[in-house]
């Protein structure tokens, strides 16, 4: 089968030849690893994700999920890419070997998972289980772990998260989900939990549901949560299951997209027995199910991402077999031969747009993981502390900018197929369906730019915004006197120094006590943001492909300087043509989409207030 996943030339290249991840393997974590390791991973991905899960994809979205007498039952075929998966150890990729994972950097667990995110309503099953039983790994007591984490990550169990009611949606400190203490040191849980993502499917024997409720009497907000484990078949001693826990999947709800995704709304304690064990203490809910926001966070990264990859491999092939029209340059001639849409300029503008936004989102992802081991692996306090510090101020970048531009990639294809983008014959109108949700769970747009503006600019005074520009800076320096990349680099200087204004802009106002301006422009701010990291990543890939490209066209003896010859070239030859991709998709980014963040900057600086100003009663009449 032809795989429209992802591009794996250009993940190769961002994963060796830009971040050199293989350096990774010096370090002595990760010593037993090596190249010809991980290229030997990511083959195996993508063999189960383009022969496996991919074909799966329709079927999910057609076929859905039901319910019936109280059970879920996903689309059929998940159940055999559930066991490959599962069969695969993909699941366990970064836990230690002793508890049988394989203990890979966390760069190259999610350069793997970027095979099967696309099927995003399969991969939730597994993906929320890993994340649940990572949960139990670090806060359960030896014996939740051995009740509950062995099986979880072999994925014979699986798992959830339960934070949204009706009523507690992006504030889930309203919650009103009761935990009851038990003289046993167990809880009996009451209350009604909404959206949850595979809250009940037949994939798997058990599930164990992480619950956030408040004991009764303590305090409210978010101060006052704690966390629970909540198994849908009671685990006797033994390690056999009991009894069917008191809590009933009372819908699962009807969405836009996602079919194969069951996310159902949950009744606990109808019959006043839920059982529940408190995870880690009392009223430490939030901090703990934060380790499992963060890292969702990241994984709805990838979702975007790797939808939109989706939606741009299945629009370039469609451009490149899909006749319509003459040539511009024959325009005025009747009789001239009908051309692929590739090579109408609008055409081209979309998939340019597409392409570098796509491998600008992958960099950033890969990017961001790699701040991980970087920080995991480091010895030196005040290093891991910089890696530690850069990944905070990017994961609210690579969950909100990245699925909303990987929305927009995703509308775009449909554009480039016009009318039969539109119709559900074609793939790319259910890519964008699917990809919406991306936005909305894990923390809206909204909420995640609150959390970049308040909470990720100011930490440690700044320290880790600022190391960040410095990382942009490094890379502006080694390319700003090359050839053909300092005209480049100099603009993304500019916009880097933009962005550090915009911080220092934010800080002085909610000094003077104006907090309100960097609230209303937190979004604006995010999403410039996301544009001159994407203008870096692409620069320094950029001077990575140039550094490639130059001794090729040395070897051949090609006149760079001669357009014709130049064609011959990269026509003839797949690594030219690949790396002067990378050069085109980072000019094109540079010069027409990372002037949009002046534009920002001028209107945040303009300290308009209107979204405040105007009055609830004039937004229509
Ligand atoms: C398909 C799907 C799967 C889901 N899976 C899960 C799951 O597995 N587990 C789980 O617990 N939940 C899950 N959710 C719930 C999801 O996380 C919430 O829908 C989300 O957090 C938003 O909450 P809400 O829908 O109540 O919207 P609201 O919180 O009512 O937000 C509505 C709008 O108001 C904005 N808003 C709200 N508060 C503020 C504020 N203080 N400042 C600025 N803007 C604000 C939001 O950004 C949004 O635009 C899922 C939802 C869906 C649709």
Same mark, same amino acid.
């Given at each position: 089968m032809t795989n429209l996943i992802l591009d794996e030339r250009d993940q190769k290249f961002v994963l060796?030849?830009?971040? $050199? +991840?293989?350096?990774?393997?010096?370090?002595p974590r990760y010593e037993e690893f090596s190249t010809e390791l991980f290229d030997m991973i990511l083959a195996e991905a993508q063999k189960l994700a383009v022969n $496996? +899960?991919?074909?799966?994809l329709v079927d999910g979205d057609r076929e859905g999920c039901r319910l019936e007498e109280g059970q879920v039952y996903v689309p059929k075929s998940f159940h055999r890419c559930y066991k490959l998966y599962c069969e695969g150890g993909w699941g366990a990729m970064t836990y230690p070997q002793d508890v049988?994972?394989?203990?890979?950097p966390y760069v190259m667990s999610v350069a793997a998972k970027d095979w099967f995110v696309h099927n995003f309503a399969f991969l939730a099953y597994p993906g929320l289980s890993e994340g649940a039983a990572h949960l139990i790994e670090t806060y359960g007591t030896e014996e939740q772990k051995k009740r509950y984490f062995e099986k979880m990550v072999t994925g014979e169990w699986a798992g959830t998260m339960c934070l949204t009611e009706p009523n507690a949606?992006?504030?889930?400190?309203?919650?009103?989900?009761k935990a009851m203490r038990r003289p046993d040191g167990t809880y009996r849980l009451q209350g009604t939990k909404i959206?949850?993502?595979?809250?009940?499917?037949?994939?798997?024997e058990n599930i164990i549901h992480p619950v956030l409720a408040r004991i009764e009497g303590d305090p409210p907000g978010t101060k006052g949560v704690s966390i629970f484990l909540v198994p849908k078949y009671l685990v006797n001693d033994d390690g056999s299951l009991g009894r069917k826990n008191?809590?009933?999947?009372a819908k699962i709800e009807e969405k836009?997209?996602?079919?194969?995704?069951s996310t159902c709304l949950l009744n606990f304690g109808d019959n006043g027995d839920c059982y529940a064990e408190l995870l880690?203490?009392?009223?430490?809910g939030m901090k703990i199910m934060f380790q499992m926001m963060n890292e969702a966070r990241i994984a709805v990264g990838i979702q975007g991402e790797s939808s939109a990859s989706l939606a741009y491999l299945h629009a370039l092939q469609y451009a490149k077999e899909r006749l319509q029209g003459s040539s511009i340059t024959q325009f005025?001639?009747?009789?001239a031969p009908r051309v692929p849409i590739i090579q109408h300029p609008d055409v081209r503008r979309m998939l340019l747009w597409m392409k570098s936004n796509v491998e600008s989102m992958r960099a950033l992802l890969y990017y961001a993981s790699l701040c991980v081991d970087r920080e995991m692996s480091e010895e030196d306090e005040v290093q891991k502390e910089k890696w530690l510090g850069i990944l905070e101020v990017l994961t609210p970048i690579c969950k909100a900018y990245v699925s909303d531009i990987g929305f927009r990639v995703t509308e775009t294809a449909i554009q480039v197929y016009g009318g039969y983008g539109y119709c559900?014959?074609?793939p790319v109108e259910q890519i964008m369906r699917d990809e919406k949700i991306a936005s909305i769970y894990e923390g809206t747009s909204g909420i995640q730019a609150l959390d970049l503006v308040g909470r990720k600019l100011p930490r440690k005074n700044g320290a880790s915004f600022m190391a960040l520009l410095g990382e942009i800076g490094k890379t502006v320096k080694k390319y700003?006197?090359?050839?053909?990349l300092a005209d480049l680099a100099g603009h993304v200087q500019d916009a880097a120094n933009t962005l550090g204004e915009m911080g220092l802009f934010f800080a002085q106002s909610a000094g003077e006590g104006n907090f309100l301006l960097p609230v209303c422009n937190a979004y604006p701010f995010l999403m410039m943001m996301g544009k001159v990291i994407a203008g870096w990543l692409l620069l320094w890939q950029a001077g990575v492909a140039k550094e490639k490209l130059d001794p090729l066209a040395g070897e051949k003896g090609v006149?760079?300087?001669?357009p014709a010859a130049w064609k011959q070239f990269i026509s003839g030859s797949k690594d030219a043509a690949f790396y002067a991709g990378k050069m085109a998709g980072a000019r094109y980014f540079i010069k027409?989409?990372?002037?949009e963040v002046e534009a920002t900057a001028a209107a945040i600086k303009s300290k308009d207030m209107s979204v405040m100003e105007i009055a609830e009663e004039s937004f229509a009449s």
């Amino acid at each position: 089968m032809t795989n429209l996943i992802l591009d794996e030339r250009d993940q190769k290249f961002v994963l060796f030849e830009m971040l $050199e +991840v293989d350096n990774l393997c010096e370090k002595p974590r990760y010593e037993e690893f090596s190249t010809e390791l991980f290229d030997m991973i990511l083959a195996e991905a993508q063999k189960l994700a383009v022969n $496996e +899960v991919f074909p799966t994809l329709v079927d999910g979205d057609r076929e859905g999920c039901r319910l019936e007498e109280g059970q879920v039952y996903v689309p059929k075929s998940f159940h055999r890419c559930y066991k490959l998966y599962c069969e695969g150890g993909w699941g366990a990729m970064t836990y230690p070997q002793d508890v049988g994972g394989q203990g890979l950097p966390y760069v190259m667990s999610v350069a793997a998972k970027d095979w099967f995110v696309h099927n995003f309503a399969f991969l939730a099953y597994p993906g929320l289980s890993e994340g649940a039983a990572h949960l139990i790994e670090t806060y359960g007591t030896e014996e939740q772990k051995k009740r509950y984490f062995e099986k979880m990550v072999t994925g014979e169990w699986a798992g959830t998260m339960c934070l949204t009611e009706p009523n507690a949606g992006s504030d889930v400190g309203s919650l009103s989900t009761k935990a009851m203490r038990r003289p046993d040191g167990t809880y009996r849980l009451q209350g009604t939990k909404i959206f949850i993502t595979a809250g009940d499917h037949d994939l798997t024997e058990n599930i164990i549901h992480p619950v956030l409720a408040r004991i009764e009497g303590d305090p409210p907000g978010t101060k006052g949560v704690s966390i629970f484990l909540v198994p849908k078949y009671l685990v006797n001693d033994d390690g056999s299951l009991g009894r069917k826990n008191d809590f009933e999947v009372a819908k699962i709800e009807e969405k836009m997209g996602i079919h194969g995704s069951s996310t159902c709304l949950l009744n606990f304690g109808d019959n006043g027995d839920c059982y529940a064990e408190l995870l880690g203490e009392e009223q430490q809910g939030m901090k703990i199910m934060f380790q499992m926001m963060n890292e969702a966070r990241i994984a709805v990264g990838i979702q975007g991402e790797s939808s939109a990859s989706l939606a741009y491999l299945h629009a370039l092939q469609y451009a490149k077999e899909r006749l319509q029209g003459s040539s511009i340059t024959q325009f005025k001639d009747p009789q001239a031969p009908r051309v692929p849409i590739i090579q109408h300029p609008d055409v081209r503008r979309m998939l340019l747009w597409m392409k570098s936004n796509v491998e600008s989102m992958r960099a950033l992802l890969y990017y961001a993981s790699l701040c991980v081991d970087r920080e995991m692996s480091e010895e030196d306090e005040v290093q891991k502390e910089k890696w530690l510090g850069i990944l905070e101020v990017l994961t609210p970048i690579c969950k909100a900018y990245v699925s909303d531009i990987g929305f927009r990639v995703t509308e775009t294809a449909i554009q480039v197929y016009g009318g039969y983008g539109y119709c559900s014959e074609y793939p790319v109108e259910q890519i964008m369906r699917d990809e919406k949700i991306a936005s909305i769970y894990e923390g809206t747009s909204g909420i995640q730019a609150l959390d970049l503006v308040g909470r990720k600019l100011p930490r440690k005074n700044g320290a880790s915004f600022m190391a960040l520009l410095g990382e942009i800076g490094k890379t502006v320096k080694k390319y700003k006197e090359v050839n053909n990349l300092a005209d480049l680099a100099g603009h993304v200087q500019d916009a880097a120094n933009t962005l550090g204004e915009m911080g220092l802009f934010f800080a002085q106002s909610a000094g003077e006590g104006n907090f309100l301006l960097p609230v209303c422009n937190a979004y604006p701010f995010l999403m410039m943001m996301g544009k001159v990291i994407a203008g870096w990543l692409l620069l320094w890939q950029a001077g990575v492909a140039k550094e490639k490209l130059d001794p090729l066209a040395g070897e051949k003896g090609v006149d760079q300087s001669d357009p014709a010859a130049w064609k011959q070239f990269i026509s003839g030859s797949k690594d030219a043509a690949f790396y002067a991709g990378k050069m085109a998709g980072a000019r094109y980014f540079i010069k027409n989409v990372l002037p949009e963040v002046e534009a920002t900057a001028a209107a945040i600086k303009s300290k308009d207030m209107s979204v405040m100003e105007i009055a609830e009663e004039s937004f229509a009449s």
